[in-house]
């Protein structure tokens, strides 16, 4: 089917130079396994997993009539103050993967979403614990946390806030973990860690007993994959706990088998006492996302409240949505299944070598990486980002699509990809970065 009578003027499109694509549009009609097609029927490889959310690949069956059965049955229900029984299913099936002790899960539909539910649940876990003052938060410079309100706050991505300083909420940044001495390191490099001493310093100007949390991307994903320095996230939870502060992980990108593990968290070997999940939680078949946090949070916002009414006063009308919840148990059972994660693992080393081997190109000056995510920094353009506009558009007019945020290209092929698959994506990376005329 290619049919495309129709006018673009109505949508306005999201992170994207609208002027640009109507004059040039980039389309995708259909989608199997790790391949797009445009309307005219032109082939894409997907080197992002869509956006980072179809690691089982595209099209799986199994999803589709998970979802079908469901809508078939029950459509839509309230989860206020009623629920549907898969909720809880599938919040069952997620606490046996989740690191241990997480495993209370509120759900709701975006990563976005996700953030801001996190905040609200360590504020109102301080105000339960006697400690109203906690209103402060701490981020990362580089840092993506969604686009809400909250997550726009925690944003350490000055292009995300710029437009938006007026709306934001209190929060204090520290500094990203990378260096010029870490260009090119494959996997976590050794030096590094005593960055989370940032926390440190900043307890010490603002006062420990006025922060309420801080958010970190285990690996700092939509700024182009920065690898956290060995030790890094072991110091940021000595730190908070020593405070009193929650320890947040935003693994929407980093979850369900992206960096070998279910999570990064159990990769890593540091549990957060907060953790927020989205995009590949459905394959990216239906919009869902969660939050996970350790039983003594909730324990303690439930116990807190003796009146007849929410203990927690946030929610959402789409939160648990029982059709998300078919796709989502889907999902987790082809994770199992197929042994996706372990595939992933084991493929991360064919992944990587391929990545790395990009090294020399005259369109690159960095290239980072761990489990089957990377970034690819480009040699800066005329002006910042102008070259990761320049090179997305001529990958995908050469076959592949692959995120780009400023000059980061995020290479994040699928869980299912075989080593072929890999090994065509790295081929036309290398005929695009070896260009000496973009």
């Not at 938060?137 to 710029?162: D, E, I, K, Q």
């Not at 070997?269 to 989205?278: E, I, L």
């Amino acid at each position: 089917m290619n049919d495309m009578s129709f006018s673009m003027d109505h949508h306005w499109l999201p992170f994207t130079n609208n002027k640009l694509f109507h004059a040039e549009p980039q389309m995708f009609q259909k989608a199997k396994g790790v391949r797009y097609w445009t309307p005219e029927g032109r082939e894409i490889l997907d080197g992002s997993s869509g956006l980072f959310t179809c690691a089982a690949g595209h099209g799986r069956q199994e999803i589709a009539e998970a979802v079908y059965a469901q809508i078939q049955e029950l459509d839509y229900t309230p989860h206020f103050q009623r629920a549907a029984p898969i909720s809880f299913k599938l919040a069952e099936k997620l606490a046996g993967i989740l690191p241990e002790g997480l495993d209370r899960v509120f759900f709701a539909s975006s990563g976005s979403e996700a953030v801001d539910s996190a905040m609200k649940i360590c504020l109102a876990y301080h105000k339960a614990k006697g400690e109203p003052q906690r209103t402060k938060f701490v981020s990362r410079a580089w840092g993506y946390h969604g686009v809400n309100l909250g997550g726009t706050s925690l944003a350490g991505m000055v292009g995300n806030r710029r437009d938006f300083g007026g709306v934001t909420c209190d929060v204090v940044h520290m500094r990203h973990t990378w260096n010029e001495e870490q260009r090119f390191t494959k996997g976590q490099p050794e030096d590094g860690a005593d960055l989370a001493l940032d926390l440190e310093e900043i307890c010490k100007t603002y006062g420990p007993e006025t922060i309420a949390a801080v958010f970190v991307e285990p690996i700092a994903g939509s700024i182009g994959t920065v690898v956290p320095p060995k030790g890094y996230l072991n110091k940021l939870r000595e730190i908070a706990d020593k405070y009193g502060i929650l320890l947040v992980f935003d693994e929407v990108i980093t979850g369900f088998g992206r960096t070998g593990s279910a999570f990064a968290s159990q990769e890593f070997g540091v549990t957060p006492d907060v953790m927020t999940m989205a995009k590949a939680l459905t394959n990216g078949a239906i919009p869902m996302s969660a939050v996970a946090v350790k039983r003594e949070i909730q324990e303690a916002v439930i116990s807190s409240v003796q009146a007849d009414r929410p203990e927690l006063m946030h929610g959402y009308t789409y939160s648990a949505h029982p059709v998300a919840c078919a796709a989502a148990l889907a999902t987790l059972k082809i994770y199992e299944d197929d042994k996706l994660f372990e595939h992933g693992k084991a493929l991360s080393e064919v992944f990587l070598d391929g990545v790395f081997s990009l090294r020399n190109l005259p369109q690159v000056s960095d290239l980072r990486g761990y489990g089957m995510m990377s970034g690819i920094q480009l040699t800066p353009g005329d002006t910042p980002g102008a070259k990761g506009s320049i090179v997305q558009r001529r990958l995908f007019a050469e076959g592949l699509h692959v995120k780009a945020t400023g000059d980061a290209l995020i290479f994040a092929p699928a869980l299912v990809s075989t080593e072929d698959d890999l090994a065509a994506m790295v081929d036309v990376l290398r005929k695009v970065l070896g260009a000496s005329d973009l």
